[in-house]
């Protein structure tokens, strides 16, 4: 088995949504502890409120106060809550069809596992802190509430904002994992197509061309030809702009890869500029390890060595 | 094409940097309304929904169709959501088109849509996987490089750019639901703003917007009995090549060549700039209008610049490109290339309002994504083929 | 008028945890041994499309470097849906349909495996009211379990989520090319798919009117067998339940996700060419619950 590489990789974000009217509305209510519904075209009120009828799919605009309490019409234990849930201890979940509504809405039940129940009466756990969103509703808990509260809803909630977090283990792959091993020992290593011939650095196992896996290894010298570049003056992290960002044709390589140039003013960056890689002193098997390229000083290539690079 | 096509409904939203009024339903509901209207039908008188989005990770809700099934009206029928980088607004109309052309349904909405203010476009073209290095930000470090090519290889002078830049925000002008409006631009005013990404300055790029477009696409009969003129569908178009290919041309290129020459032979286009009275193309960063016009096959290989030069592509010239105001003006991703096909069909329906083109006949919409690597066109006419 | 489309390759790789490569290395063999089987390249195919989720991948635009696996140049007539494989089976056998365009490569991938599937599945929910919650997919089909039970009907307990890794490649050909290409093309007489609302409580968890819908419209009639995509053992019991299953062979599996619904096409393939089907029924589902299901009926020759 090859020696692959897996690292931790997050896919992390705060989303800020827009809410509209109706679900406005309904967030609105929460923070004042009041369930408001809307009234779809059948008649039927559903809660949390739809913007549009799950039916006949018509704008929905009535809303309707429901009561604080309610009935389970399903449920489920969850033993092994995820981050993110509204309990941390094992709990059950449930749609609960609250008094004056017709549909279930989804939110956790804290009662002990032997009480939970299908028709299950209960009402609605506030947060203390609440901010107009659904975690307004802490849970539900067995028994009666207030009941309707009646008035006038505050101004609807205009965003909310929501984090999401995702955690992997990323593996770039077989191919990919031999290749930065390679650079973790300061050499550049490509492969080449048994197909077409031609050479791809970074290897990802196939010839996009040809659709054919490769395995042909064969070891660069890692000196290149500038073929085309960028000067970015936006700043990027870790980076102070002006900064030149190149495609280099690397010698024996058939497809350019991107790299950072220094050690060199961005006015002097030019196409067919001869680059040589400058290695990090502590290589890793990253492709950063390859700190940037410099010129080598040697002649600019003609552009006929490398206008098909691009 | 098996069997006809025609666009009998067109609808978009007011395109803006934020469209904090609306949930995400509520974004393509008012795209989708409006091209019901414009075709004459309730959300009854559809048979299938097609979405179509660039990535998830854009608003963070996985398969949005799950969601938005009542809010497209899709309950009980056929639901698909397309996704292929930035050319998706236009593959997710040649998907569509099929379900008509093989006679599965009669009548089908499209809609495409990015709600960008969610979360940060630049942040999810950007995630950075572990053991790269990761150098490039945004689609504008992507694409700068190509530029510089196309001007080294066509010899273009640096204002042609420029000229892009301005002709599109003109444009705009004339068109209710342009994003932006600079009603002040000028060749000076887009030489002065910051150079971003050189060669790309801060003017010669899109705007980041949120909006949703929407057509209604309808087989032969239906649309002979719609209240506003069909604009027939006379030929689609997909090609797609590999990102990192040994030998792949991203100046020029080779599927943009191909998917154009797919669509015209089914067009029956021997010479596009003389058979098409104009184009709507996705152009996110001004310079990609001259590359595009060789690609497309408008002008000689190294010669698309000149076209912008000497005012071919402008409003009044003889090959107007973007009368809307283009991907320069308003850039809801996923929806880009959709608006390009709607503007193409708005134009041979003659219903293209102020940016209306004089006595278009055939146009052509046409969209890209990834690494210019996905190429979608079609050619509308306004005589039945 | 309709052109006759048939199955006349696939293959296919389900792994609990890929341990090593990538999707383009995953995708490769499948791909080859497809198109292999019947002697055909990448040059040969008229139009490729696949199903795939960045999400699941953990990084956007997962899709595009997979198209490394498939040799695109030069370059192809080629779509991408974020679905299941089989929701690009249906966009297939519809370009099909156009003159010129004979035979398709459908595939499919994912690696879930490497992520936290029952919590990105959640982002699949309505984003304001429920996703924040981070109901995780085991839950949600617990619910449904429960309605199940409520009814008085016998279902098994909700197991933890199948997590697998894999792909699958199914070619597609029209009439005499199908012929040409292979002694038993599978035809696909008919191909439908509905969705339901996306709110849990709106819906009744017991039945499947999509299915039935879908099924009704395919023609899903005079069956010998049936390949169900069932995330979650007791949706068997609901599937059954809405395609009028009774005495049939039922063969229900989950597979990775995203490319499980595509894969119940190769197993129904699989079945009719070797003889131990006639008519059947491969089936698809997408979404919390069982919200969306595509029904086709496959066939062997007559």
Known sequence: MTDVLVADHAIEYTYTRSTGPIIGAFLAGLRDKRFVGVRASDGRVLV????????????????????????????????????????????????????????????????????????????????????????????????????????????????????????????????????????EKGEIVGQRCPKCQKVYVPPRGACSMCGVATDEELTLSGKGTVTTFCITNVPSPGLDPPYVTAW??????????????????????????????????????????????????????????????? | MSNRVAVVGVGQTKYAAKRQDVSMAGLLREAAKRALDDAGMGWSDIDAVVIGKAPDM??????????????????????????????VGGSTGVMASHLVSSGAHKRVLVVCFEKQSESNATWALSIRLPFTGGSVTGAGGYFAPVIRAYMRRANAPDHIGIKVAVKDRLNALRNQYAHLKLPDISEETVRESPMLWDPIRYLETCPSSDGACAVVLADEDTAQGTPNRPAWILGTALRSEPTMGAGRDTVNPHAGRDCAKDVYAQAGITDPRQDLDCAEIYVPFSWYEPMWMENLGFAEEGAGWKMVDDGSTSF?????????????????????????????????????????????????????????????????????? | MR???????????????????????????????????????????????????????????????????????????????????????????????EEGIDTALVYAFARPSR??????????????????????????????????????????????????????????????????????????????????????GVRDLTVSPSTETAAKVAGASGLDAAYLHVPYPHQELVLRHALGLNGQTVDAAAGPTMVGGLERFAAAAAAISAGRAKRAVAHATSGPCLQQNLVAVLEGAS
């Open chain 1, 48 to 183: 949390p409120p739809a913007e549009y009828d799950p039916v006949t799919s018509d704008d929905l605009t009535e809303l309707v106060d429901v009561a604080d309490t309610g009935v389970v019409t399903t449920w489920t234990w969850n033993d092994d809550p995820v981050a993110g849930q509204p309990f941390d201890r094992p709990f059950a979940w449930a749609l609960v069809k609250l008094d004056g509504a017709d549909t279930g809405l989804l939110a956790a039940v804290d009662v002990p596992r032997d009480e939970m129940r299908t028709g299950l009466r209960v009402h609605a756990r506030w947060a203390d802190e609440r901010v107009g969103a659904i975690t307004d509703l802490a849970c539900f808990t067995a028994g009666e509430g207030e009941g309707v509260t009646q008035g006038t809803v505050g101004e609807p909630v205009a965003i909310v904002e929501t984090p999401i977090r995702l955690d992997f283990s990323y593996t770039p792959g077989v191919a990919a994992s031999r290749f930065l091993r390679s650079v």
């Open chain 1, 248 to 310: 280099i044709r690397l010698d024996g390589a058939d497809i350019t890869s991107m790299f950072l140039i220094q050690e060199c003013d961005p006015k002097d960056v030019r196409l067919g500029m001869r680059v040589e890689p400058v290695w990090a002193e502590d290589k890793q098997p990253n492709i950063g390890s390859i700190k940037y390229y410099r010129p080598s000083g040697e002649p600019d290539a003609p552009y006929d060595d490398y206008k098909e690079y691009i």
């Open chain 2, 58 to 87: 854009f608003e963070g809700v996985m398969m949005p169709e799950l969601y938005l099934a009542d809010a497209l009206g899709a309950v009980g029928k056929p639901m698909l959501r397309v996704h292929t980088a930035g050319s």
């Open chain 2, 316 to 385: 009044d010239g003889d090959m107007p490109i973007n009368p809307s105001g283009g991907v320069l003006s308003s850039n809801p991703i996923g929806a880009s290339g959709m608006c390009r096909f709607a503007e193409a069909a708005l134009q041979v329906r003659g219903m293209a309002g102020e940016h209306q083109v004089d006595g278009v006949r055939r146009a052509l919409g046409h969209a890209y994504g990834g690494g210019a690597q996905f190429f979608a066109m079609w050619v509308v006419g306004s005589e039945k083929p």
């Open chain 3, 3 to 97: 052109r006759d489309v048939a199955i006349v390759s696939w293959a296919s790789f389900e792994t609990p945890s890929e341990p090593a490569r990538n999707e383009v290395e995953m995708l490769l063999p499948v791909i080859q041994e497809a198109l292999g089987k019947v002697g055909l390249s990448q040059r040969d195919i008229g139009f490729t499309v696949s199903g795939s989720s960045d999400y699941l991948q953990g990084f956007p635009f997962a899709f595009v470097g997979a198209l490394d696996a498939v040799g695109a140049w030069p370059p192809i007539r080629e779509s991408h849906v974020e679905m299941d494989g089989a929701f690009a089976l249906y966009e297939a056998v519809n370009v099909l349909q």
């Open chain 3, 115 to 200: 992520g936290e599937l029952d919590r990105t599945l959640t982002l699949q929910l309505d984003p304001y009211v429920v996703a924040p919650l981070w109901p995780d997919a085991r839950s949600l089909a617990g619910l449904q379990a429960q309605a199940l039970k409520d009814k008085g009907v016998d279902v098994p307990d909700v197991p933890p989520t199948h997590v697998a890794d894999g792909a699958v490649a199914v070619v597609l050909a029209v009439g005499d090319r199908a012929r040409a290409l292979t002694g038993n093309p599978v035809w696909i007489r008919g191909i439908d798919h509905r969705i339901e609302p996306p709110a849990l």
